[in-house]
């Protein structure tokens, strides 16, 4: 073992809940209706109550809030309320650094995140690498990270380590997700990748040794009817497992967070007029301060051959930065 891993904390416990994609805010994100910020919080809570109770590290694997800073104080201050009594022991959460914890591409103390940091209510993995060690009834596990944009490890190093954990924030090559950048293959070293930012549950993706796991979002952001279906979870892994275990968070019906409207159609086949005032309709009721709803509208619409369609993409990204939802 190398110096610098036997420097990394050491926590007994009896296993780590994992959980990912809170995005806290302080008012309604996207389509969500009022109320918002009182049942993400609930969620929250719901995890650190069930890691508490059963001793288990709680690890949140990014986008713990939806905008990265300059949210309410009441937030910040009921955020630290919640995370405080797990912060006078060993389980301490352990919190990945998201692209929507970020703000223009960077972890500073401008973000809220760096607040609940100061307080001292969580660990924040904002470098890639081994975070701390975890001991389980003489089990070590090594939990690494890779915070958005930061790259997966090529391998690791086991060294005493009887399993390898690791957190990403990442656009990876899941069953839904196809056409993101990075394909699932076997990191050397790790035996489980687990992943947030696609929001999406994924099944488990078995590679050599590694086996990938993207929980999905423990909060819906998209009115879409995938979303309706989905049943917010957290995992629970412990020594031995083949699978991770299933924890169902209590959720509310789909109907009671989003508005009672029908489904957009997603596709705009053809051109004319009728169909772009049919979108533009459609995109009034979708607006949102992220502009989900104006980015579905172009990409629907614009002919990506096209090079004015690119300069409008660009600029599209460029007003939106950091606002993208994977849902
Ligand atoms: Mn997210």
Redesign the pocket.
Known sequence: MDIERADLPAIACAGILFC??V?LAGTPPGQRLPGYTEQTLAKLAFCLEQAASRNLLPVIC??LFHWPRENPNTLLVRCIELFKPLAATPLKCWVLV???DKWQANYTDDVSMAVLESAGVIHVMKEAGPQCRVLIDGHVALLGASPDMAPLPKAVERDEADTVLWVSHHGLGFPDYADQRQPLRELPGVDWLIN??L?QPQPPQRRGMTTWVNLG?LTR?SFAPRVKERRPAAAIWRPGMTELERLDVPFLPFEDVFPDQPFPDTQIKEGGESLFLRGLERLVWKRTREGAGLGQFLSDNLDPTLPESQIILSLYEEIIHGGA??D
Do not use: L, V
């Open positions: 990912t994609d995005h990014g986008d998201g692209n929507h947030g930012h929001h979002s952001m939802q994977n």
